[in-house]
């Protein structure tokens, strides 16, 4: 038996050199970094420096409000969508169900950049097609880019078409995964499609809503692509700058991979937290 473990690590030892190298060791070392001042040369050990601009930092308060806002108003609306997409397409009714399963996924899967281009001539101000439809119900064309207000509800509308419909196939495969019986015992006590839904569907999908829940939230927690790309690094004034793209602009473009670190670290503390705190708001009662 310690033969066999002993040649299983074997194998393993390859995989676990490289995790060690390029994973667990740039932890290690990117949150000794988060202590030393690296705006100085040689860099020197100054355990406050980083952690104590990071308190009171308005940048830093300003991309966490960003943050929490998209966290708070765009993941329960985008599971709330997915939730109504999984149901439609898992619709007995519904033909051609395979293509349209397709169609919700395929987001996912485009460029980011391409993506990205497509939204910001979709929402111009002069020839988009979002304005266009908006004159043709005779609403005023909206300034989605200059102003705040619009720039984020931009980035919440560009993020929800994205990963809705990854959400929705999750979702969809609980369903499923519900066994049929349950609803057949259902119907046959005359209970309607919509308490079978309420009372059925959602109890036993909660596990299931649990883990995209998760996963939003740290996708959330991370967001960089679309304030980057869609509104101009942030744009207007850091009216859309998020954790992510805070953290970018420190290391990548000012160089100071110190407060960088530190704010990696406190994105990943608060990812954490929160996604705690959600599951112990889920947690099943014993």
Excluded: H
Aim: contains cysteine; positive net charge.
């Amino acid at each position: 038996m310690r033969y066999q473990n002993a040649t299983a690590y074997r194998f393993l030892a390859p995989y676990l050199l490289i995790f060690a190298v390029f994973w667990v060791w740039p932890i290690i070392d990117s949150f000794m970094i988060s202590f030393q001042a690296t705006r100085t040369v040689p860099w020197r050990f100054a355990p406050g420096f980083n952690w104590g601009r990071l308190i009171g930092d308005p940048a830093f308060f300003n991309a966490l409000k960003n943050t929490l806002l998209i966290l708070v108003i765009q993941v329960p609306v985008m599971i709330t969508l997915a939730i109504v997409m999984a149901v439609l397409l898992n619709s007995p009714l519904l033909k051609a169900r395979g293509l349209y399963r397709f169609a919700f996924f395929a987001p996912v899967v485009v460029g980011e950049v391409a993506y990205s281009a497509v939204f910001r001539l979709m929402f111009n101000l002069n020839f988009g097609i979002i304005n266009k439809l908006l004159n043709s119900v005779g609403l005023p064309s909206v300034d989605w880019f200059s102003n705040v207000t619009p720039a984020m509800a931009l980035i919440m509308i560009a993020v929800t078409w994205r990963w809705a419909g990854y959400n929705a196939i999750i979702l969809l495969a609980g369903m499923q995964s519900i066994p049929e019986d349950v609803y057949e015992a259902a119907t046959l006590d005359r209970v309607s499609k919509l308490k079978q839904f309420f009372f059925i569907t959602l109890p036993l999908l909660k596990p299931v809503i649990v883990f995209c829940l998760v996963l939003s939230i740290i996708g959330t927690m991370q967001l960089f692509t679309e304030p980057f790309l869609i509104t101009e690094r942030g744009g207007p004034g850091g009216g859309t700058e998020t954790l992510g793209l805070l953290l970018y602009r420190q290391g990548f473009r000012s160089l100071n991979f110190g407060y960088a670190s530190a704010v990696a670290y406190t994105m990943a503390g608060l990812a954490i937290a929160i996604t705690l705190v959600q599951l112990w708001l889920t947690r099943e009662p014993k």
